[in-house]
């Protein structure tokens, strides 16, 4: 290994890209766009003979030269990633890799979540980690009646989310909600579940949860984040609902139901993706169409966006009154400066 240098590739550094992008396509590999941390190994010329790249917990886009398989070069990479990885104080760490590789990282203590059509394998760190959540979850297993899920970032909660969660619940006796735990907005998980709570509280057959790390997450589904490719997209939200799947065996879930999506484009996809993936799996897909307001279908983007512009009176119509009293109070000052410093709070 002393021949070869490790060093961080910069987005700037457009040789050291052009020869990742290179390496990776050898692989059949195409680059993330989104990377918070890319590395590679350098021999004396600067040629990269090996790369690995981060994206907040997870690491993915691991390529070895061929004229170099078999060094020990793969080994290196990941050993340095997960030394980045836990000097940010990030311990429960996964990865993304080709299933004729899955073996070698179960090898150096890694364990198989789910995997896609044979192309991706999705694994943790952790030797029980997706099975305590799916233990945790299975306290609330309800096995008289029917179970049935939505799944929700509620960001932040509005009448429409309140609409759809009285119509899921009317068709079930036990309905799961499921609040996606990413702290991608400034509106943090804390506030959001509470607010989801709060405004269904009348509803009785619900039972809440957190997604955790294994229902879109920055590790399951990044590119519902932060955009992507169509293919992307659509690879990921294959891999969210395999995971679906075994978290609804733990519950008994027979149906998911989601709201209509006539805005975003990655969410469209996702119900797209669903509709045909979750009834292969026995789980039924059901649609509810979004509740409207006075000027058209209620979405939590429009909400953003009269808070970002300070027209707070603008939301009271169309979300609880919990989530106003919220919006209105000091206590959201310092989410609601945030929402005023992004440039862009529709989700695309």
């Not at 398989?69 to 080994?75: I, W």
């Not at 909660?157 to 119509?167: C, M, P």
């Not at 589904?221 to 659509?234: A, C, G, H, N, R």
């Amino acid at each position: 290994m002393s021949e070869y240098q490790v060093s961080r590739i910069y987005p700037s550094d457009k040789r050291a890209i052009a020869q990742m992008d290179a390496l990776l396509k050898q692989e059949g590999i195409e680059r993330d766009k989104n990377l918070d941390y890319m590395t590679g190994l350098f021999d004396d010329d600067y040629n990269l003979v090996a790369t690995g790249s981060c994206f907040k917990n997870t690491l993915r886009c691991f390529a070895v030269d061929h004229d170099h398989q078999g060094e020990g070069l793969l080994n290196a990479i990941i050993s340095h990633l997960i030394a980045y990885e836990y000097e940010k104080n990030n311990l429960n760490l996964f990865l993304y890799t080709k299933v004729n590789s899955a073996k070698f990282f179960g090898d150096i203590g890694f364990y198989e979540i789910a995997r896609v059509e044979d192309k991706l394998v999705f694994m943790e760190n952790r030797k029980n980690g997706f099975q305590n959540y799916l233990q945790e979850l299975a306290k609330s297993r309800q096995d008289n009646g029917k179970s049935a899920a939505v799944v929700m970032n509620a960001n932040p909660f509005t009448l429409g989310h309140q609409y759809l969660l009285e119509k899921a619940a009317a068709v079930c006796d036990t309905l799961h909600v499921f609040v996606v735990e990413e702290d991608a907005s400034p509106i943090p998980f804390a506030v959001r579940y509470d607010l989801v709570k709060k405004g269904s509280a009348h509803i009785k057959n619900l039972v809440y949860h957190s997604s955790g790390s294994y229902i879109i997450s920055s590790a399951t589904f990044p590119s519902y984040f932060l955009k992507d490719s169509q293919l992307v997209i659509e690879s990921q939200a294959k891999l969210d609902l395999m995971i679906f799947t075994k978290i609804a065996q733990a519950l008994n879930i027979t149906e998911r139901l989601v709201g209509e999506e006539p805005f975003s484009e990655v969410t469209s996809i996702y119900n797209k993706i669903m509709a045909k993936e979750l009834p292969a799996a026995g789980i039924k897909c059901t649609v509810i169409p979004r509740k409207t307001g006075a000027d058209g279908p209620i979405s939590a983007s429009k909400v953003r966006l009269a808070l970002k512009e300070g027209r707070l009176t603008d939301i009271k119509a169309v979300v609880p009154a919990s989530t106003y009293a919220y919006f209105a109070s000091s206590e959201a000052e310092p989410v609601l400066a945030k929402l005023k410093a992004l440039n862009d709070v529709i989700h695309y």
